[in-house]
């Protein structure tokens, strides 16, 4: 059967009609193509102005929650201080100063039988500077008996800088000491240089030729074992990105790193790589910046670290739990030598200078050699009060400088005895004194401030605190406040008190004997040899003659808000307070019985 022909001017139509369609489709796939791409492009530029805007905004702003940090009271030395030699090392432990045979640099000491030499930091305190200098003190039995300065020259008064107890940190629990950039060890910034970007001055946020290695060693490795990123891009990662390896994570580096550099110059960047590094975890404390890092490996400031520390801090950058000197010190010390080799390569330190760093220990102290997170039970002290007066956000956050009372010599001389006494007793009592706890408040009897607290017989524990939330029976503690009674109701010191033998029944048909210590009964004595002898009978029959009441009064008018009911056995402190209740007390008893005396002398 014939096919039946198409007409030549059909099939030409068709063709035609046919090409169209292409080159029409063609066109639509070119514009699609262009609209995408300038969809990608606005919103690459709305992107890019929104990570510019985070950016300046961040690091123009408050870059860090800075926290409030907690200081001892400042050591005063003086001819006539009464302090030894050794409640003064005790002080300088405290602060992490060096004991050398020569005391060359600041934060160094040197001692002999009688005399010490103390090359000190100086301090910033609120009413001014106290500058660093070099000291001699000389001792005897009684305490400090001369002051001088290296040049012989007596100097009246000295105030050694605080001993840091503590902080008040936000919660991320973020830890840092900032620094300036003009105040850090120069051979840090060199070792850091080296080590981790040594185009640092050159490049403009990324580095092409760093990434390119990085992408040989991960494919030869078949995974991802090197990162290429610049300081500038590590900044970006720790600032305001998360450390996840994560592709999206590394492609907003790039261009957030190119803008950091445009706004800002070389110094200002590594001025805050220096402050935001993150260093090792010190239990829940992230610890952060070279500043702390110095501090918290060290026990030193910053300023005052030697070639060999620096550069392990320097290398603690790449991995600091992989690196930590305390856990893996041989990894530590590889590390460490690495960035010493580098820097000499680069020629930035001489080969005597090489030799003597990686021949030297690493000379990390173990933690809790500072004093800061020592006394958890007066810290929790300090936190309450705060608290009261001041927000949050402004203890977490605002770098706030808090100066208390406490004294490191005290508390060291308290916590010993404590322990002491508890071993005591332990051993003459035998298991049934196993579970035995004790808790102390050490304040000064002249001003009332609180100059030691320990709340567990662990004192480093930092759970309950006794010293504040236990209540106990606070025995003698009372009987001031019973003779102040007597004393404000017409009694005087040389007042006749019986102290015979008391048998007293209560109101629920029991009888209540109490005793003196000795158990035995003194008869009639004057009321000062009552007290000084602490006589329970007499306390007792002294206070019932003023009043139960008149007596709980007077514990009001101290200081005790707690209810407390009208018992006999009150006047033998029978009923519970904690310690650091009792404390307010004791600060208003001595003026009110020397107004009280003053007045009646006067008369």
């Known amino acids: 059967m014939a096919q039946k022909k198409t007409p030549a001017k059909k099939r030409t139509r068709s063709k035609k009609t046919s090409s169209r369609r292409k080159k029409q489709t063609g066109f639509i796939s070119r514009s699609s193509l262009l609209k995408i791409a300038f969809t990608i492009l606005v919103l690459l530029g709305f992107l890019t102005l929104f990570l510019d805007a985070q950016i300046r905004s961040q690091f123009e702003g408050k870059r860090w929650a800075v926290p409030a940090k907690v ?230 400031p910053l300023q005052e670290l030697k070639l060999h520390q620096l550069a392990l801090l320097a290398g603690l950058v790449k991995g600091p739990s992989y690196y930590d000197p305390r856990r893996h010190p041989e990894r530590a010390k590889k590390r460490r030598n690495l960035v010493l080799q580098v820097l000499f390569e680069q020629g930035k330190i001489t080969q005597q200078q090489y030799q003597q760093a990686i021949n030297a220990d690493l000379d990390v102290v173990k933690k809790g050699t500072l004093l800061k997170e020592a006394y958890p039970a007066f810290l929790d002290l300090v936190k309450r009060q705060l608290r009261r007066d001041y927000r949050d956000e402004d203890l977490n956050s605002e770098g706030l400088r808090v100066y208390t009372s406490l004294d490191p010599i005290t508390q060291s001389h308290a916590e010993t005895s404590l322990k002491q006494t508890i071993s005591t007793l332990q051993q003459s009592y035998g298991a049934k004194l196993k579970p035995l706890q004790g808790s102390m408040v050490v304040t000064d009897p002249q001003t009332g401030e609180v100059l030691a607290v320990i709340g567990d017989k662990n004192t480093r524990y930092k759970g309950f605190n006794r010293a504040l939330d236990s209540l106990r029976p606070i025995g003698s503690l009372v009987k001031p406040a019973v003779y102040l009674t007597a004393l404000e109701h017409g009694k005087t010191l040389a007042s006749i008190v019986d102290d015979s033998s008391l048998t007293m029944k209560l109101p629920n048909g029991q009888t209540w004997k109490p005793q003196n210590f000795s158990k035995q009964s003194h008869q009639q004595v004057m009321l000062i040899d009552a007290l000084a002898h602490s006589y329970n009978i007499a306390t007792v029959r002294l206070g019932m003659e003023v009043g139960l009441k008149e007596v709980i009064n007077t514990l009001n008018r101290l200081g005790i808000k707690r209810q407390l009911d009208a018992y006999p056995s009150l006047l033998l402190g029978a009923q519970g307070l904690s310690p650091s209740k009792w404390r307010p007390c004791i600060k208003r008893l001595l003026p009110m019985v020397s107004r009280h005396l003053y007045e009646r002398f006067a008369r």
């Open 71 to 300: 200081y001892a009271r400042p050591l005063e030395l003086y001819a006539g201080a009464p302090i030894s030699i050794a409640d003064l090392k005790i002080e300088l432990r405290g602060l992490g100063y060096q004991f050398t045979n020569k005391a060359a640099q600041p934060g160094q000491a040197a001692f002999s039988t009688s005399k010490a030499i103390i090359a000190t930091r100086g301090f910033r305190f609120s009413d001014g500077m106290e500058p660093a200098r070099k000291l001699i003190l000389d001792f005897d039995g009684q305490g400090l008996t001369q002051l001088r300065d290296y040049q012989g020259q007596d100097v009246p008064l000295v105030r050694l800088e605080p001993v840091l107890i503590g902080g008040i940190y936000p919660l991320n629990n973020e830890d840092r000491d900032l620094i300036q950039l003009k105040d850090a060890p120069p051979m840090l910034t060199e070792a850091l240089i080296a080590i981790e970007d040594r185009d640092f001055y050159q490049h403009h946020g990324i580095s092409p030729k760093g990434i390119a290695r990085a992408m040989v060693a991960n494919i030869k490795a078949g995974g991802f074992v090197q990162g290429g990123s610049t300081l500038t891009q590590q900044l970006i990662k720790n600032f305001y990105l998360t450390s996840d390896r994560s592709l999206v994570r590394k492609l907003l580096e790039i261009p957030m790193a190119l803008l950091l550099e445009l706004h800002y110059d070389k110094d200002e960047i590594l001025e805050a790589y220096l402050n935001e590094v993150y260093l090792g975890q010190d239990g829940s404390r992230a610890i952060h910046g070279f500043g702390l890092g110095a501090h918290y490996f060290f026990a030193q």
